[in-house]
């Protein structure tokens, strides 16, 4: 009994000398995994190491601002990982998702804990480390092994006579190529006339209908890039190494969708970016109504050259003919 009755009374000591000295929590340590090895979509956890006194705790989720190539996933867990005379330490976790390569500046983050004596928060910010966002293929799948010279000996040609063979079968078939292009005519030279893009776009989402069912993953890559190439080919927007954000803030610079049609693209893109990046759930009803939703976005930004003034937007310029300003 009188041990545990010591123990009571020293811990309340450090409990009063700790609220009476009212130390400031501080940042003790930043921890990242994995270190290396990071690609596009794979989840980073960030542990922030804090000190306080007892008396106080940190409050969740902590504030993050991921910073331009990242998405938060969560920021609400902690764990109570050491304690000492007065203070203990706390390990806050943020969980964040690289959707760019290269070198990323992950932004801040902003630990807030329960108020001091003076009724202050006191928070702690942290600047979140670099992350470097790999490839996944590696140097020896991107280059190309190029064979030896095969001579002529090895093929069992001798001497130079076969040039004079090869280049008769060259001149010969030339002739004949552009004598079939002559006898054709200028009509059949210039081919038919290239698909309008909604209509590769339309076409393409009954592709995608037609091999349903397949995972929410492989069907949110195949829909966006569908709506994305519809939209750069329909108003004249290249920007096919862009992120969501970018790509919208590009198409709202040009202001050729209406508020409406912006809002739509919007939800779409990022409801999508959630499937393929953030390993949501979605069910084939929510599939199938993404497809409908994007065949919509289709319809309504189609030109309209028969219906009344002010229904749609200009027609999709064709080729050799020049752009409107």
């Not at 990242?70 to 998702?97: F, M």
């Not at 076969?162 to 005519?185: D, F, H, M, P, Q």
Request: charge should be negative; include cysteine; glycine fraction near 8%.
């Amino acid at each position: 009994m009188l041990t545990v009755a010591a123990l009571i009374l020293v811990g309340a000591s450090l409990f009063v000398w700790t609220w009476l000295g009212d130390p400031e929590p501080r940042l003790v340590n930043v921890l990242v995994e994995p270190e290396s090895g990071i690609h596009i979509g794979t989840p980073v956890t960030i542990g922030l190491s804090v000190e306080c006194p007892w008396y106080r705790r940190p409050r969740l989720p902590v504030e993050t601002d991921p910073g331009d190539g990242l998405q938060v996933l969560s920021a609400n867990r902690k764990h109570l990982t050491g304690i000492r005379a007065g203070v203990w330490h706390w390990l806050c976790e943020v969980r964040i998702q690289p959707i760019t390569l290269g070198e990323i500046e992950s932004g801040k983050a902003v630990v807030r804990f329960s108020p001091n004596r003076a009724g202050e928060p006191s928070p702690v910010t942290v600047q979140l480390p670099e992350i470097e966002v790999e490839s996944r293929l590696t140097g020896d799948e991107t280059g190309l092994a190029v064979a030896d010279r095969i001579s002529a000996d090895e093929l069992g040609i001798r001497g130079g006579a076969w040039r004079w063979w090869v280049l008769a079968a060259v001149l010969v078939v030339t002739a004949i190529v552009v004598w079939l292009v002559l006898r054709r005519g200028p009509e059949a030279r210039r081919g038919p006339p290239p698909r309008p893009s909604w209509e590769l776009a339309q076409a393409a989402l009954q592709q995608l209908e037609a091999d349903l069912p397949m995972a929410a993953e492989v069907f949110f890559v195949r829909l966006t890039d569908i709506v994305r190439r519809y939209v750069e080919k329909r108003f004249d927007i290249r920007a096919p190494e862009q992120t969501t954000p970018e790509f919208l803030r590009a198409l709202h610079r040009r202001d050729v969708l209406a508020a409406e049609h912006r809002l739509m693209l919007q939800d779409f893109l990022t409801s999508a970016d959630l499937i393929k990046f953030a390993k949501a759930d979605a069910t084939q009803e929510q599939l199938t109504e993404s497809l409908v939703s994007a065949r919509r976005f289709v319809a309504d930004t189609r030109p309209v050259t028969d219906g009344p003034p002010g229904a749609a937007g200009p027609a999709e310029p064709r080729e050799g003919s020049a752009r409107p300003c």
